[in-house]
């Protein structure tokens, strides 16, 4: 094996990898909060919170191995942009929504759930794609006017802080990932999306990947001499 492919290899691992305990985080998080309190504020405060603090430390850990993407619409951006090839769509994209899958049921089993059960909150509200629309154009302005400004290095932070925030002031609490969106398909968990939700979830994500591509492009370009 040549070490570019180790290195693809190594790169779409680190995406699986990531998804899944990014999914992992979420749903076993949602799982914990809903046996410890009725209170719906305190169990998503108990979710958010873990989520930011997994978020941070997966990107900073795996920033370095595949870009810690863990969001399809995040790759499409970084390849629109032309930081990546467009064939990387058909690895990392496979692997994320494949992570996702695999972190839901980890979390199910851990919390003695069927490992993966169809989840049964319906979500696709008007309000609530319009929230994903928001929390995904924001997450994709945080992530691309840092790399463009070469502030990487703040990216964890950042990311994490934006995810952190956005599960309050969205009232979708900002899934902006359709990995993540599937994944939590396969949970009844606090966590959980039905499946009916789920196309819906996505094309608001694509949508708010759209927007937020168009502003980090306005606001970063800069102007031809």
């Known amino acids: 094996m040549t070490v570019a492919r180790l290195e693809h290899a190594r790169a779409i691992g680190g995406e699986f990898l990531g998804s899944a305990l ?6 076993g998080s949602g799982a914990a909060a809903q046996s410890l309190t009725t209170d719906v504020g305190l169990a998503l405060l108990i979710n958010a919170l873990a989520t930011v603090f997994g978020l941070g430390v997966l990107i900073v850990l795996f920033i370095t191995i595949s870009g810690a993407h863990f969001n399809p619409v995040v790759t499409l951006v970084d390849v629109v942009l032309g930081h990546r ?34 989840g049964v ?25 840092l790399v463009r400004l070469d502030k990487v290095a703040v990216i964890p932070v950042a990311v994490a802080a934006y995810i952190g925030a956005a599960y309050f002031f969205t009232s979708s609490t ?13 949970t009844q968990t606090f966590a959980g999306i039905a499946p009916v939700s789920v196309p819906w979830f996505i094309g608001a994500q694509l949508v708010g990947g759209a927007v937020g591509l168009v502003l980090v492009i306005a606001l970063t370009s800069r102007p031809a001499r």
């Not at 990014?22 to 749903?27: G, I, K």
């Not at 990387?88 to 994320?96: D, E, F, G, S």
């Not at 509200?125 to 691309?144: K, M, S």
């Not at 900002?174 to 396969?186: E, K, Q, W, Y």
């Open 85 to 118: 090839p467009p064939t990387i769509l058909l690895t990392y994209v496979p692997a994320q929504i494949v992570g996702c899958i695999a972190g839901a049921a980890l979390a199910n089993l851990m919390f003695e759930y069927p490992a993966l059960e169809l």
């Open 22 to 27: 990014l999914c992992a985080v979420v749903v």
């Open 174 to 186: 900002s899934f902006a990932n359709p990995a993540i969106t599937v994944g939590r398909m396969f």
């Open 121 to 145: 909150a319906d979500r696709a509200t008007p309000a609530h794609l319009l929230a994903e629309i928001v929390a995904t154009a924001g997450l994709v302005l945080v992530i691309f006017t």
